[in-house]
């Protein structure tokens, strides 16, 4: 636990906070882009705030946030029939997941002296993501809220003496 503005604060929530400043920064950086090495350099870049990429770095930001008003807000938040901890942790990972394929997914130009894909900034946005992903499931572990599938541990089997 962390003392975090007069507040103890989870570890697991404070690195999901954290990871999710990190995306934010991130996502403002180089994130897809198109270099020519024989034109002096000439290219263009594009951050993540573009097509697909958007709804993922909403959706780091979203979990992030739910974390931060629940934490620092004091917010009382509603019941619901999925915890929500588990809903931080599958924003976080979809959002990820987003992130990753639409860098990967960008069309492709095929030349000779060009350099094409995700930037160093779309890595550093997707290492954010998978670390916020990570703290969130983190936390859901420790909060001991259950998931739909998960049916806990089975019964030992019987002896072979009995």
């Known amino acids: 636990m962390a ?3 007069g507040r103890e604060v989870n570890d697991n929530d404070l690195g999901v906070m954290a990871a999710g400043a ?4 991130f996502s403002f950086l180089p994130y897809w882009g198109v270099s020519y090495r024989g034109l002096g350099g000439l290219g263009g870049n594009i951050t993540a705030w573009h097509g697909w990429a958007l709804l ?12 931060a008003a629940r934490v620092f807000g004091g917010a009382e938040m509603p019941t619901l029939p999925v915890g929500w901890h588990v809903i931080v942790a599958g924003l976080a990972g979809l959002g990820t997941f987003i992130i990753l394929i639409r860098g990967l997914t960008y069309p492709h130009l ?3 002296g060009a350099s094409v ?3 160093w900034g779309g890595y550093l946005l ?6 916020e992903t990570v703290f969130a499931v983190l936390a859901m572990r420790a909060s001991g ?3 739909a599938f998960d049916r806990g541990t089975p019964d030992a089997p019987p ?4």
């Open 159 to 162: 002896s072979a003496g009995t």
């Open 145 to 147: 809220e259950k998931i």
């Open 3 to 5: 003392n975090v503005g």
């Open 126 to 131: 997707v290492l954010a993501g998978i670390a």
């Open 117 to 119: 894909g995700m930037k």
């Open 22 to 25: 990190a995306a934010l920064i």
């Open 56 to 67: 993922g770095v909403l959706m780091l930001l979203a979990a992030a946030g739910i974390v």
């Open 110 to 112: 095929s030349g000779a």
